[in-house]
Nanobody, 122 residues
Framework: QVHLVESGGGSVQPGGSLRLSCVAS????????MGWFRQAPRKEREGVAS???????RYVDSVKGRFTISRDNTKNIVYLQLNSLKPEDTADYYC????????????????WGQGTQVTVSS
């Protein structure tokens, strides 16, 4: 059974930083594609970033240069470093995994975590 457990969310002021973590179990992991999505209040879920098994990363335009996705295959963890946070980054952030490809454009993935909340406010 696949489990994805996110942590690291919280409340920060604009310009602040957070690091989200997602621990994966029940997967081959090192060969899986991983990603982060977010859903703001009253909005649809959107892709944020993904990282393939070969280390290829992809980002949605709104977070390029501010967010960084990385993975530690020895610990089965994927991270999302959030820097220069803006109020519009406020959302529930979800970790996702796919044995083939996490598609941040179409919000497609096989497995999902429960989410962690990020609030950016002064």
């Amino acid at each position: 059974q696949v489990h994805l457990v996110e942590s690291g969310g919280g409340s920060v002021q604009p310009g602040g930083s957070l690091r989200l973590s997602c621990v994966a179990s029940g997967l081959t992991y090192s060969s899986d594609s991983m990603g982060w999505f977010r859903q703001a209040p009253r909005k649809e879920r959107e892709g944020v970033a993904s990282i393939d098994s070969d280390g290829t990363t992809r980002y949605v335009d709104s977070v390029k240069g501010r967010f960084t996705i990385s993975r530690d295959n020895t610990k089965n963890i994927v991270y999302l470093q959030l820097n220069s946070l803006k109020p519009e980054d406020t959302a529930d952030y979800y970790c996702a995994a796919d044995r083939n490809f996490v598609d941040i454009r179409t919000v497609v993935a096989e497995f999902w975590g429960q989410g962690t909340q990020v609030t950016v406010s002064s």
